[in-house]
């Protein structure tokens, strides 16, 4: 008699093995409360010694908004209306990506000797990255909706939409975050060009611009435009706070089969390469 | 002998030859190596059956090589600087419901990496390993956050571990007694002593019970009396029917809280029996 046939005979299981994507995904789903408490514990210690505390999740995003309205305000001849919101409201949404995808590629190899001395699903640690971004986010929303008002947008019935969006958004931002951290595992180098790629993308994704108005000489970038899941999350969401911006709403169609395709991709993707994240090598 | 007059003879590289590290684990085996056949026990439960389990590790030894570095290695197909660990070399038992298995073994003979094997940390490249369920390693320090008051450190390690939020509550007193830190507990956990904070991390990680435990040398955390404790405390894990696996140096905690002992060297198992007779060889072998 083989081992491996004593050990089925007396009901043992390989260690180590992956386990079906249907229990994996519902033993990650017993421990969402560590990758909750995960989240919001470094959450609080990443600020705790400064002086200012928890307020530098705020501060942070309104400079970068000052700081890129001024400069893209000055710079621009041909701005969107309403364009101090109009920054707003793109650079606390895509910082949020930002956030998620950064964090998210550091969650395996910046915790190796989490991931080397218990077990628990992996896919607990890029969630938990994304939950700290989350967590950071929502208080940047309320400060959003308060600039919002002061730069003479009143409010209205349709900021509730974007609760809807969010949820879409974070489904996205979610998938990119287990693509991210598993790119990270098998080439470190990921995480250097990373901030480049999100850099082009924060200047690609009509952050700063309207993109209708710059590209309108070239009428198939624009209509390329309707299929960028970033654009689509930062238009929708000026659409529903601000009064100047519309968006056709097909956008929310698109961007729905973007977050599931990212997040059924992702996951699959991630699952599929448990047994590699404990290796030191 | 030649005697060297000249300090640039010393540092001239053509008059010295080319280092080539040593490997690490000679391939020489140092007994037979053919794989022993797992000896199978009918009566007793088996918990843990490792088969066979062969671990390698690749690594580049020493970050860069001199010659080769940066853009230069992304073209060279060699694979200079890469070695391969050859870290467990077949080892093969079968460990049984409430046993207590101590594992001896030099510095760097393989005990770690047999045990993150056994919990499935660390891939094997062939063989496996089979359990009745899967095996834990005490140890929840890396889940810990330093800037943390030590109470919210026990939730977090308690949920790290897999308990809920109401089973840590319930066990979050006998926690901090046994830890002793009853008047520091909301302070972080980084104005701690080193001792109070490996009691810390015992503390929680012990809190549980256990089907198959490994610890790895962390009894040696605290002073004499934390230390007596926490044997305690690992041989009430035993008692109530857990399987334990202790890695350690010191012979007497192996002879103390084991009634069988695996003795590793360089990636073989080299004995594998009673604890005592084990530990004896082991010391008779290493005078």
């Known amino acids: ?281 | 002998m030649v005697e060297l007059t000249s300090f640039d003879d010393l540092i001239n590289p053509r008059l010295h030859a080319k280092f080539e590290p040593a490997p690490v684990f000679d391939d020489s085996p140092m007994v037979a190596s053919e794989s022993p056949k797992v000896a199978i026990d009918g009566d007793r439960v088996p918990v843990v059956i490792v088969d066979d389990l062969h671990v390698k590790y690749q690594v580049y030894s020493s970050g860069k090589s001199l010659g080769g570095a940066g853009a230069k290695r992304l073209l060279q197909a060699s694979t200079r600087g890469i070695r391969e660990v050859h870290a467990i070399k077949g080892i093969s038992f079968v460990a049984y419901e409430n046993e207590s298995i101590g594992v001896i073994g030099s510095n760097g003979s393989g005990k770690s990496t047999l045990m993150r094997t056994i919990t499935g940390l660390t891939t094997p490249a062939s063989g496996s390993v089979y359990a009745s369920s899967r095996p834990n390693m005490l140890g929840v320090g890396a889940a810990l956050i330093a800037d943390l008051s030590g109470d919210k450190n026990i939730v977090l390690g308690g949920l790290a571990l897999g308990y809920n939020r109401q089973e840590i509550s319930a066990m979050r007193e006998d926690i901090i007694k046994f830890a002793e830190l009853e008047e520091f507990i909301d302070l972080p956990m980084r104005t701690y002593s080193s001792g109070m904070s490996a009691r810390l991390k015992f503390a929680i990680a012990a809190s549980k019970q256990h089907d198959i435990l490994i610890v790895d040398e962390a009894l040696a955390v605290g002073d004499a009396r934390f230390r007596k404790r926490s044997e305690a405390r690992i041989r009430e894990i035993r008692e109530n029917a857990g399987t334990i696996f202790l890695v350690s140096h010191s012979m007497n905690s192996i002879i103390d809280t084991c009634n069988r002992a695996l003795w590793i060297e360089k990636g073989v198992l080299i004995m594998d029996g009673d604890a005592k007779t084990v530990v004896n060889a082991y010391k008779a072998k290493k005078k």
């Not at chain 1, 990119?176 to 200047?203: G, K």
């Open chain 1, 1 to 281: 008699m083989t081992a491996a046939e004593y050990a089925e005979q007396q009901g043992l299981n390989r260690v180590g093995a992956r386990p079906s994507l249907r229990s994996y995904l519902m033993q990650a789903w017993q421990r969402r409360d560590f990758a909750f408490e995960l989240a919001r514990s470094r959450l609080q210690a990443t600020n705790q010694r400064n002086r200012l505390g928890m307020l530098w999740v705020i501060i942070k995003p309104t400079m970068n908004a000052l700081m890129y309205g001024v400069i893209f305000g000055l710079l621009q001849a041909n701005k969107p209306h309403d364009f101090p919101a109009y920054v707003v409201i793109g650079v606390f949404f895509f910082e949020f990506f930002t956030g998620s995808v950064n964090s998210g590629a550091k969650s395996i190899t910046g915790n190796a000797s989490l991931v080397q001395s218990l077990s628990f699903p992996r896919i607990t640690l890029p969630i938990a990255a994304v939950i700290q971004q989350f967590l950071t986010l929502v208080p940047m929303l309320g400060v959003m909706f308060i600039y919002c008002m002061i730069l003479g947008t009143p409010p209205k019935w349709s900021w509730l939409m974007v609760v809807p969006l969010l949820a879409l958004f974070t489904m996205f931002n979610t998938g990119m975050a287990l693509v991210c951290a598993r790119l990270t595992v098998h080439i470190r180098d990921f995480t250097q060009f990373l901030p480049l790629i999100t850099r082009v993308l924060f200047y690609t994704s009509g952050v700063l611009f309207g993109v209708d108005r710059i590209l309108n000489a070239f009428p198939i970038l624009v209509r390329m435009f309707d299929f960028h899941p970033l654009y689509q999350a930062l238009q929708i969401a000026r659409g529903s706070i601000m009064n100047s911006v519309d968006y056709p709403p097909f956008y929310w169609v698109v961007l729905g089969v973007w977050a599931v395709v990212a997040l059924v991709g992702g996951t699959i993707y991630f699952w599929s390469a448990e047994e590699r994240y404990g290796r030191i090598d």
